[in-house]
Structures are given as C-alpha cells and as structure tokens.
C-alpha cells in the first residue's frame, strides 16, 4: 500500500464543496425540477445558503400527496449579527411566517430568526424578500464562520457602541465572497438582474478565478462550522466559553482596551463515540482592538488548513486544540498571524445579565427585555404573543434585538411610552418579564420535534410542562427565587448549550435523557453526567431530589450549579436513592 492510499480521505460533504464550484453545485438545477426535495450534495451546500431541508417528523411514513412518504419542509434561517433588527425587518420577518412559513417565528440560541415549514417552491422567493430587508441569510448556516453574538444590551455608551461596532467588523470580514448566492437567490429569473444582498456591495457580485473567490476560506471552506461571540465580564449574556472563538472586553478605568481571545469552545458530542466531547474555550492570548480581527483571521485560517476533513464528528476547532495542545496551536496562529501574542489578561466574566424588564438605555430612552418561551413566536388561545408584537412594532417603531437566551429586546423605547409597550403586550394575554418564574426566564430549549431531521426525542415541546411541575415544587419548598440555568435539547449536538448549565437536559432516545448538572449560570464550567437514560417522567422528580439536598445542605450564597459541583456524584446519587 502506498503512502498516499494511507492518508485519510475527505468524508463525503468535502468532497460535495471542493466539487461545487464555491457552493453552487446542483442546487440551480434541483431548485426548479419537479421534485420537493433536494439531492444528497445540494441539501449540503444548501445549508451555507442559509437553509435546512426537513420533514415533518409527525407524519413521517404517512404517503403524501406526492406519494413520499415524507413531507419535505425547509428551514430558513437569517443571519443577524449580534441580534439587532429594524422594525421593519422584524415585520418582514413576521409576515413571511405567516406567508409562507408555518405561522411561527423562532428566535434561535445565536440570536438570529428562523422560519420554519417553508416548501421548496418558496424557498428562492422566501430567501429574496429577506434580503429586500437588508438582512441575508448568507453563512447563517454551513461550514462558514456563523452568526457573531454579542450582548444586545443597546446601552448608549462608548463600550457598547464598540463592541457593536466590532461584531459588525468581524460579521463583514468573514462573511463568504462566493458570487453563488446571488445567482441563485437575488438575480431575477427572467431578466438576469443581479440584486444585492443586505449589506452587500456591488464589487462582491464580480467573483474572481481560482483561490482569490474566497480569500479566507478557499475552495472546501473549513472542516466544519465555527462559532464567534463577544461578552463583557459583568455581561456574559453570550455564553462566551462555548464558542470556537470568543472574546471577553477587557476593562480598565470604565474604558475597554481590548479583548482576550478564547479559542476551542464547542457543545456538539456523540454519546457513542469517546472520542467526541463538549468543551469551553482556553485563554490563547489578549488583543488590542486594532489586533483583534486579524488574529481572529488567523485562527480561522489555522482552522481551515488543519482542522479534520476526512471525520466530521472530531471536525471542530476544539479537536484540533485538544490533539496539538494550546501551545503548538497557539504557535501556528502566531506564525500566520505573523507575529508574537500577548499574554492574556487576567480579566474574566463574572456575570450574566438577561436584560429582561426594563432597563434606562443612556439617552433618555429605556430599553424593555420580553422573555419568549423557547423563542417561539406564535398566536395560541391563550396568548397572542405575535399580534402583541406586531402592534407594539407598529404603534411604537421600536428597534428589536435578539438574546441568546431566545427572548427579545424592544430599543428605544420613550419614557411616556413605557405604559402604552406594558398595556399592549397584557390585553393580548403576554406574561410581562416580571411575572415569569425564574425557573422558566432562565430556561431554553432547542427546536427538537417535528422539524429537527436530527432530535432524537421532544425537547421544545417537553419543557413548558416540566417547568409548569418544577415551578410548584419550588414554591413549595421556598426557593422559588433561586436563579439558575435550565437548557433541553432533543439530542447530543447541543444548540440549545446544555453542557454548561446549572442542569442540562440532553436528548438520549425517545422520551429518555442525560441529565448534567454543575455547570453555572455564567457559563465558565462544564457540568457532569448526574443520571442517564432519565424517563422523561423521571425528568422533574429527580430535579426537585436535587433541590431537596440543596436546600439542606447548601452554603451561603451557593447556586444549585455550584452546590452539585462540590457534593459530586456520589453524594448526590446517595441522597436521591435515599
């Protein structure tokens, strides 16, 4: 055997990028055939485009009308750097929910939108109008640097401001150059007008030759996604450690001199596979603000060279750290980057803030943050959260931004106003912020049944119920204030972040999960395995048994997080067998 046949060869999804000319491939042709799905290497180069091909999963293997035994949907998803929206756009984003999605909107765990239950015959037309907005769904998705996170506090100050002002640097300059998603979503089929994207400039439109297409990414783009977010150390609202790249403002007299860069964050992990694991980001270095985005660069590029092409399970940027160490990834970032890094600072985060309620913005407006449950907006008998929203956009003009805890933020908001925001949301039935139980305003789910083509079980509808149960078993036992982080997802991949909470809720197989506790609210420790292949109706008991034992044995101030940290396991196994 030659040295050659012995190299690992790229996995599949590798070769549909190198293969397709900058992510174009078969989608063009495929999007307008007779079918309501996609091919294998389209439905992969889809997902740079800013879309998921799905089905519902509560009919699967019922024959539909086409007579699969599918029905194929899609997702769309806008990418919405640190979360921050027009009314307009919001608006925009509503109405296509109503038009041709399934009447939902879904805030996502990255601040950004998604649409859901879109058809295949909507989806050019869909990915249009939302770039009519200025917005784009563009690297929302995909093998590509994604959504930048950063706290959507809209404080009016000199941090804030850069910190904004960074997120949209860092968005623009690693935002694919490919000309591919104008051609097949913006040029206009009949005259062949090109349209530009949100944001977009008309010199990104000419395309170039060879490897000058995609300065950054080149050719296969990188080995798998990577994941950017900002925070402030009393502001850690972004999660920050569980990002492939993230950035902590470092703050000295009131003034932010510059940023320490984490690196190898990550959530995805394969049960079965002991080679797969979560983990939280390592200080590489401190950077000025004049620095940051070319280091920033560097990672990537490091990434892109080196991370794994033929195993995409072990494909993150936390596997390549993990194999060299910090210290040899650090070197090779210090020689693309082409010199020395600094020493990180001491600075860590310390805080996170929710920004739910109102809050005095710094120029005589006020801020208002609403908790929406899991982030999906949507009219019920009960509430109707989406009606709500739309009158407040529309009698009020407010700007919109999006947590990463799934809720939204109305800016801009006058003092004289205020009442008029409060009144609006409660004629329509809309819980304020300060009447949701902590159990519930700290909470988040991912997506889950029936669109998740990955969930293995129920997460987003599951945990409204659960809470409904925890909620009155901490009343009863008087901790009904304590604040601490409650995250389900409906398998391992982790979008909704559930390996660094205070309890963690992992799908593991139909109506059966992983519980994990000890992790924190600020999110700078990993929990553990508490129980495995939990019974769903097992979910709630075996939290209030955790909470019996800390409500007995805690100390001081300690969170639930920190109290199951230092018990251990076995302490806590022998209290709930007790």
Not at 341 to 358: F, R
């Amino acid at each position: 055997m030659s040295a050659q046949d012995k190299q690992p060869q790229p996995s599949a999804i590798e070769v549909f990028k190198n293969d397709s000319q900058y992510l174009s491939g078969d989608i063009g042709t495929e999007l307008t055939d007779e079918n309501n799905f996609f091919g294998k290497g389209s439905v992969q180069l889809l997902k740079h485009h800013g879309t998921y091909q799905q089905d519902d999963r509560d009919v699967r293997g019922q024959i539909q009308d086409d007579g699969n035994k599918k029905r194929f949907i899609y997702m769309v998803r806008t990418r919405i750097p640190g979360g921050r929206l027009t009314t307009d756009q919001f608006l925009a984003q509503m109405d296509l929910c109503d038009e041709v999605g399934n009447s939902t909107l879904r805030i996502t765990s990255r601040q950004t939108l998604q649409l859901h239950g879109v058809i295949k015959s909507d989806l050019k037309a869909t990915i249009k109008r939302i770039n009519d907005t200025q917005l784009t769904t563009l690297a929302a998705c995909g093998d590509v640097a994604r959504n930048t996170m950063c706290t959507p506090a809209p404080y009016q100050n000199d941090i804030y401001q850069e910190l904004r002002d960074l997120t949209d640097e860092i968005a623009e300059h690693l935002r694919p150059r490919t000309s591919t998603y104008h051609e097949l979503w913006l040029t206009d089929t009949d005259t062949g007008e090109k349209c530009l994207a949100g944001g977009d400039s008309e010199a990104s439109l000419s395309g170039y030759e060879g490897d000058d297409t995609e300065p950054i990414y080149g050719r296969q783009y990188l080995p798998r996604k990577f994941k950017i977010g900002i925070a402030l150390p009393h502001d850690n609202c972004s999660d920050v450690y569980t990002h492939d790249l993230g950035l902590i403002g470092v703050l000295e007299d009131d003034k932010l001199i510059g940023y320490n860069v984490l690196v190898g964050g990550g959530q995805g992990r394969t049960p079965s596979a002991e080679k797969t694991f979560p983990a939280l980001g390592q200080k590489l270095c401190f950077a000025t603000r004049d620095e940051v985005v070319s280091i920033i660069e560097a990672v990537v590029k490091v990434q892109r060279d080196h991370g794994n092409r033929s195993d995409r399970k072990v494909a993150r940027m936390k596997y390549l750290i993990h194999d060299w160490g910090l210290g040899a990834f650090k070197s090779k970032v210090e020689e693309y980057w082409g010199g020395s890094l600094k020493e990180p600072h001491a600075t860590d985060v310390y805080e996170h803030e929710d920004h739910m309620g109102w809050h005095e913005q710094g120029d005589g407006n006020w801020f208002y943050g609403l908790n929406i449950e899991n982030g999906r907006i949507k009219d019920t008998e009960k509430m109707k959260l989406k009606t709500a929203l739309r009158e407040v956009c529309n009698t009020l003009r407010p700007g919109v931004h999006l947590t990463a805890h799934q809720s939204l933020i109305f800016t801009n908001v006058a003092d004289d106003k205020r009442a008029i925001l409060e009144e609006i949301l409660l004629k329509h039935g809309v819980v304020l912020s300060a009447d949701i139980s902590n159990a519930r305003l700290w909470s988040m789910a991912c997506v889950a049944w029936p669109t998740c083509g990955l969930s293995i079980t129920e997460s987003e509808r599951a945990l409204p119920g659960m809470i409904d149960e925890l909620d009155v078993a901490l009343e009863s036992m008087g901790l009904a204030d304590e604040k601490f982080t409650l995250r389900m997802t409906g398998c391992p991949n982790g979008c909704a972040r559930p390996y660094n909470p205070d309890i963690g809720l992992v799908g593991r197989a139909k109506n059966k999960y992983t519980m994990f506790v000890g992790g924190t609210r600020i999110g700078n420790r990993l929990g553990f395995i508490h129980k495995d292949m939990l019974p769903a109706e097992e979910v709630v008991p075996s939290i209030v048994k955790l909470f019996e034992y800390f409500k007995i044995d805690r100390q001081a101030d300690e969170s639930i997080g920190d109290f199951c940290a230092r018990m251990g396991n076995d302490a806590l196994l022998a209290y709930a067998d007790s």
